[in-house]
């Protein structure tokens, strides 16, 4: 008998000034003055996932768990799973080796203090482990984390391996992979996978996207917190979950409470 398809829902949590397209427009030292929408908008989709009964994993930049603790509780104890955005938003390819080892591993550290959580996974800031940074890997299996969900198997200018494997996979780093999905028509890779993608398509492309949780490979989708969809797709009978269960989730389940 066929395992049931589970679609990953997943969010970037980080502010509307901190995205890579504002970099050179908006200095990072203007940061701290400027308006932080994260909280309002990540309290507002913890609503709509607890009205639909859906699990989600958070990847949290550490810039912003250390200004907003008490977000990262308030994720944890909704029963999602949180994992690490990194911690200043620099893609991998602006930081220096032992800059990126820090990173991960003061974020983790933070993480794992305000949620209760062991945190294991990692998304970097603008899908940035491509071929040139795949070093990134062994740092975060040096600092603790078990996976990884930052490559996207697509041709972009910025960012993606497009010959990477569409499915979750075991690296040779140790590390598990939770490529970021696509639509492969032939030879041809769309990426499929968040919010901008969603905005952008046409709705019968959402279609397709729709089609393709239904195989055998299901969804990868990750959306950014500073920008909550307005509504999202779903499909009866297969509700979305994060890429891990937090640990007192399991215990929980196992102990009938």
């Not at 603790?144 to 990477?164: K, L, M, Q, W």
């Not at 569409?166 to 598990?176: F, Q, T, V, Y």
């Not at 999905?181 to 729709?210: C, D, K, M």
């Amino acid at each position: 008998m066929a395992r049931p398809v589970r679609n990953i829902f997943t969010i970037d949590v980080e502010d509307w000034f901190q995205v890579e397209n504002y970099a050179s427009v908006i200095e990072r030292d203007r940061w701290p003055e400027l308006e932080l929408r994260v909280e309002a908008n990540v309290d507002r989709l913890l609503a709509l996932l607890a009205a639909k009964d859906v699990r989600a994993t958070f990847f949290i930049l550490g810039w912003v768990a250390e200004r907003v603790p008490e977000l990262v509780r308030r994720v944890a104890r909704a029963g999602h799973e949180v994992a690490s955005h990194g911690w200043s938003h620099r893609p991998i390819w602006n930081l220096t080796r032992e800059q990126f080892a820090q990173e991960v591993r003061r974020s983790r550290e933070l993480l794992c203090k305000l949620s209760g959580q062991d945190v294991t996974g990692y998304r970097a800031p603008t899908f940035s482990i491509t071929r040139e940074t795949l070093w990134a890997l062994e740092s975060l299996a040096a600092a603790g984390y078990r996976y990884d969900s930052s490559i996207f198997p697509v041709h972009h200018d910025r960012y993606g391996i497009p010959d990477a494997p569409l499915a979750i996979h075991r690296r040779d780093e140790g590390l598990w992979e939770v490529p970021l999905s696509v639509f492969q028509a032939g030879s041809l890779r769309l990426p499929v996978a968040g919010g901008g993608y969603l905005r952008l398509y046409p709705r019968a492309l959402t279609w397709e996207f729709e089609a393709m949780s239904a195989s055998s490979r299901g969804s990868c989708r990750p959306f950014r917190s500073p920008r909550p969809a307005r509504s999202s797709p779903s499909s009866p009978g297969r509700r979305p979950h994060g890429i891990g269960r937090p640990p007192h989730m399991t215990e929980a389940r196992r102990s009938g409470r």
